[in-house]
Nanobody
Framework: QVQLVDTGGGLVQAGGSLRLSCAAS????????MGWFRQAPGKEREFVAA????????YYPDSVKGRFTISKDNPKNTVYLEMKSLKPEDTAVYYC?????????????????WGQGTQVTVSS
């Protein structure tokens, strides 16, 4: 099993930036890819970004492409989500996730282990 701890959320004004971190521990050798999702109140969990554990491939949905960047610090087993030009509609609880499946999944079902979530609030 993989343990994930995601941190870095907070309150930011529209147009601002924020960086989330996700530290992985445990059976990290089994991870193929890491993802970030978000969930706003009353809405389904939404895919935000994914990166292979090797750090060589990334994927983003159009809603965040150009504003969000996912990256990985290999020695620290930590994945980051750099968010810029934030909008009020980016407000949500953000979760990191890990998968052992050999693909950059874009749905919750593609991931096996989850962090506890970190709140991001963007004020207008």
């Amino acid at each position: 099993q993989v343990q994930l701890v995601d941190t870095g959320g907070g309150l930011v004004q529209a147009g601002g930036s924020l960086r989330l971190s996700c530290a992985a521990s445990g059976r990290t050798f089994s991870i193929y890819a890491m993802g970030w999702f978000r969930q706003a109140p009353g809405k389904e969990r939404e895919f935000v970004a994914a990166i292979t554990w090797s750090g060589t491939s990334t994927y983003y949905p159009d809603s965040v492409k150009g504003r969000f960047t996912i990256s990985k610090d290999n020695p620290k087993n930590t994945v980051y989500l750099e968010m810029k030009s934030l909008k009020p509609e980016d407000t949500a609880v953000y979760y990191c996730a890990a998968t052992q499946r050999y693909k950059l999944g874009t749905t919750s079902r593609d991931y096996d282990d989850w962090g506890q979530g970190t709140q991001v609030t963007v004020s207008s």
